[in-house]
């Protein structure tokens, strides 16, 4: 296991990305996130949900999802150190990149990685390739998408809220309470590839919004197509979407939002 971990941290694949090359990855980083945050204010600027609102509650929710992000994105590439589930799906990412075979087994385009011995999800290191295909492999490639995911993840949560017309302090506290927590900032640094559950979770917060709200067929197999993908990346969870989905069911069924067909 250890000679896995060294050739994923500091073999071939690792030294492609230089000093300045990891700098350059760094600062589109960087102007990626700070132009997806300025374009997401001006769209919800537009909407009547926001703009409509106390001038504290828009000044309080831009520091907010501002802060947020800045939590996600500060040193991300350094903190922590490299896992060695980490190690292994951004070898594997590079593989996926290179040839389309899992980098352990060899095995062309395969649906699951073999990582282990137990199995590794697929969907991380396939989402991460493209990007490790452009700008090579290093930590701050690799981890890019999990952030990414974590802060569109709170801007999906925010949309929805504002649609469903939450009073402002519940608003405001909620998404405090998910864009601040330790947890979910740690998650969306670390790209471990179960750490897609957590994100993938606050989407499902956001479409079950949108549905109730909307009453859309749409959002409910957004919704559903979201809790599968969540129960592909992270095994470890299928007890808590079993009795989740129970009770997600039941409820829908209880408030006439969905029929037994």
């Given at each position: 296991m250890g000679v896995k971990f060294v050739a994923a941290a500091t073999g071939p694949a690792a030294r492609e990305a230089g000093p300045k090359k990891g700098l350059l990855s760094m600062l589109v980083v960087t102007l990626t996130l700070a132009v997806l945050y300025v374009i997401?204010?001006?769209?919800?600027?537009?909407?009547?949900?926001?703009?409509?609102?106390p001038r504290w509650f828009k000044v309080t929710l831009a520091l907010l999802l501002l802060v947020a992000i800045i939590a996600r994105l500060y040193r991300y590439?350094?903190?922590?150190?490299?896992?060695?589930?980490?190690?292994?799906?951004g070898l594997n990412a590079?593989?996926?990149?290179?040839?389309?075979?899992?980098?352990?087994?060899?095995?062309?385009?395969?649906?699951?990685?073999?990582?282990?011995?137990?199995?590794?999800?697929?969907?991380?290191?396939?989402?991460?390739?493209?990007?490790?295909?452009?700008?090579?492999?290093?930590?701050?490639?690799y981890r890019f998408p999990m952030v990414l995911l974590g802060v569109l993840s709170l801007f999906c949560l925010t949309v929805a809220m504002l649609k469903g017309r939450w009073k402002d302090w519940r608003l405001v506290l909620v998404l405090?309470?998910?864009?601040?927590?330790?947890?979910?900032?740690?998650?969306?640094?670390?790209?471990?590839?179960?750490?897609?559950f957590p994100a993938l979770l606050t989407m499902v917060m956001a479409t079950l919004l949108w549905w109730v709200t909307?009453?859309?067929?749409?959002?409910?197999?957004?919704?559903?197509?979201?809790?599968?993908?969540?129960?592909?990346?992270y095994a470890n969870n299928w007890l808590f979407l079993a009795t989740?989905?129970?009770?997600?069911?039941?409820?829908?069924?209880?408030r006439h939002l969905v029929g037994v067909r």
């Open positions: 997401f204010l001006v769209v919800i600027a537009r909407r009547p949900a926001f703009y409509q609102r590439n350094a903190a922590m150190g490299i896992d060695y589930d980490e190690a292994m799906g590079w593989s996926l990149a290179k040839w389309g075979i899992d980098y352990f087994t060899l095995a062309s385009h395969p649906v699951y990685l073999y990582a282990w011995w137990s199995g590794m999800n697929l969907l991380y290191p396939l989402i991460a390739s493209p990007l490790v295909k452009f700008f090579g492999l290093s930590i701050t490639v405090a309470a998910l864009a601040l927590s330790p947890g979910m900032i740690n998650t969306s640094r670390w790209a471990v590839e179960s750490n897609l909307t009453k859309r067929a749409r959002y409910f197999y957004l919704t559903n197509l979201l809790l599968v993908l969540g129960a592909y990346t989740f989905i129970l009770g997600f069911w039941l409820i829908a069924w209880r």
